[in-house]
């Protein structure tokens, strides 16, 4: 080889090795919340004109937004609110800690500390934020929109100080009477990962003009900023699985006797979406436990192959497998779609020692489906009678 051309091939290598490092560090997070972006238009929807000159005057000063402990100051009970939510606890939540081996799975990170999803685009994957993660889903997550914050009154706010340090503007995107399909979206973006989306749209609550926000955000009173008036607002404690209020409000459980047997039937009341829906780790149980003439328990084979014998008897697991699992969901679809798929019944026989006692049937909710009944949620008990 001549000098040149071994200088060439060196160039050449020097190039390939400074664009794979250059590839390198695009995949990096970013350390920002969004600053150096206009936000995206959304598609579906009408979405705000933040060129408009109205908007524009609405403007906050130019990096107070970067900062998501920053809001505390003004919007303290909304900041509390949040704070007792899954949301703010997406990073540093005990079960999410174990998953993502400490934190350290790059595939979890979009959605755990996420980037503004308004920057990022409702039609877009969420992107992962490489700062503030302990804070999960923060106020920024869902608010921040430019040097605006994007939220649900149609008012903007005339007060100097507010325009400077939050930049208030309407967005149809985030309100309960926004945009409906947008709103949808906007949620979407991390909830769409296993279909509550697309559950939600087959359900009649969908028809009805609701939308995610009807039923997880609930009408409370309360101020919306300090020394403001309170009035009729939205909680931002978005409540599911770890409510058991809402998983009483989801779920019934009715029991009977059929001949010989006990037949248990659990009905997708109240959820707009399939229970379990999303986190492929949750399962509903259903179990049984029998009692005598006399109320003393009856033990009953709780193991086929060994013969064990326990006090409580399984049922049903309703659940949303994993792919490797190659088994078919037994997820109860939303109510309002087809009558019939509405409702999962299972049955097992009355033990012969039972006969003139009464059984116990149970539906407990594991966050995590392999659960003991001591770890999960009892949701319902229901008792039918054998005499
Ligand atoms: C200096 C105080 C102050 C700070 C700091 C502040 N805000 Fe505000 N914010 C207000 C006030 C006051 C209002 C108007 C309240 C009303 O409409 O009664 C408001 C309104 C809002 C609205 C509603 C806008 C609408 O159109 O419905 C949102 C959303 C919001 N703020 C989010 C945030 C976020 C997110 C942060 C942190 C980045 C933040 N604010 C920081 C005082 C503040
Ligand atoms: C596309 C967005 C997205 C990605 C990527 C994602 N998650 Fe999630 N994760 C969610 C949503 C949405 C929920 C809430 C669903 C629910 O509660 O049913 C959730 C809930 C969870 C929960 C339940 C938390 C609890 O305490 O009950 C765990 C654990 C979890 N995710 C772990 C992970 C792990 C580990 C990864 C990476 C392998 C990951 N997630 C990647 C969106 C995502
Ligand atoms: C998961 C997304 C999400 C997060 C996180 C979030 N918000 Fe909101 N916020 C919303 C939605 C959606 C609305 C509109 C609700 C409605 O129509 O009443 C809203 C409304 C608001 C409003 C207007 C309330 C009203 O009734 O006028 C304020 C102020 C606000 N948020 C502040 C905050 C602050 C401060 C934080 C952080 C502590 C925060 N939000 C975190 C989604 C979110
Ligand atoms: C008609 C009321 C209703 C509507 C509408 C609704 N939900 Fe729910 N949601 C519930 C109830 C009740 C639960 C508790 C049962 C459960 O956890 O499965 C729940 C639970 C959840 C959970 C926790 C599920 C789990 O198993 O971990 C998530 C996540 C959720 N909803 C997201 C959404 C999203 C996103 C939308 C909009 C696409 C939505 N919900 C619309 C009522 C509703
Ligand atoms: C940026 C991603 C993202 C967006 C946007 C988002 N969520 Fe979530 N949401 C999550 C993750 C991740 C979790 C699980 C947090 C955990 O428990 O670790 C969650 C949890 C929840 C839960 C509690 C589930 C449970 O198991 O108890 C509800 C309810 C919920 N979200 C509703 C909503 C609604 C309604 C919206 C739209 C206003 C929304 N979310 C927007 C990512 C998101």
């Not at 087959?202 to 028809?207: E, G, I, K, P």
């Not at 049937?361 to 008990?381: F, G, I």
């Amino acid at each position: 080889m001549s000098g040149t051309a071994r200088i060439l091939v060196a160039l050449l290598i020097l190039m390939g090795a400074g664009l794979f490092l250059f590839a390198l560090m695009a995949e990096e997070p970013r350390e920002d919340n969004g600053t150096s972006r206009e936000p995206k238009q959304g598609g579906a929807g009408a979405t705000p004109d933040y060129t408009d000159p109205l908007a524009r005057a609405h403007e906050a000063k130019p990096g107070v937004l970067d900062d998501p402990t920053s809001c505390r100051r003004c919007h303290e009970e909304i900041w509390d609110e949040w704070a007792g939510d899954r949301h703010a606890k997406a990073w540093v939540g005990k079960l999410y800690t174990e998953l993502s081996q400490k934190h350290s799975d790059p595939n979890c990170w979009s959605c755990h500390a996420p980037r503004p999803v308004l920057q990022t685009g409702i039609d877009s994957p969420a992107e992962a934020r490489g700062n503030y993660r302990e804070s999960g889903i923060n106020c920024l997550s869902c608010h921040r929109a430019g040097n605006h914050v994007a939220g649900s009154s149609k008012t903007y706010s005339d007060t100097p100080e507010v325009t400077a340090d939050c930049g208030p503007v309407f967005d149809p995107r985030m309100a309960r009477a926004g945009a409906q399909d947008a709103t949808i979206k906007f949620c979407g973006v991390c909830h769409a990962l296993h279909g509550t989306d697309q559950e939600f749209m087959r359900s009649h609550y969908y028809r009805a003009g609701k939308t995610c926000l009807s039923c997880h955000m609930e009408e409370v009173v309360g101020v919306v900023a300090k020394g403001g008036t309170p009035r009729k607002r939205h909680s931002h404690r978005m409540l599911g699985a770890h409510a058991p209020a809402m998983l009483k409000r989801a779920m019934e459980l009715t029991a009977r006797r059929d001949g010989n047997r006990i037949v248990a039937r659990v009905t997708n009341a109240g959820a707009g979406h399939n229970v379990p829906t999303d986190a492929r780790h949750r399962g509903i149980w259903v179990r049984v436990a029998f009692f005598d003439r006399y109320g003393q328990p009856v033990p009953v084979v709780i193991n086929k192959d060994t013969g064990e014998r326990g006090a409580e008897m399984v049922m049903d697991l309703i659940r949303l497998f994993y792919r490797h699992e190659h088994k078919t969901p037994t997820q109860i679809p939303p109510k309002g779609t087809l009558a019939q798929q509405n409702w999962r019944e299972s049955s097992v026989s009355v033990p012969d020692a039972a006969k003139g006692g009464h059984a116990r049937v149970r539906l407990h909710y594991a966050l995590r489906w392999d659960w003991p009944p001591e770890k999960s949620t009892l949701v319902h008990e229901v008792k039918v009678s054998l005499e």
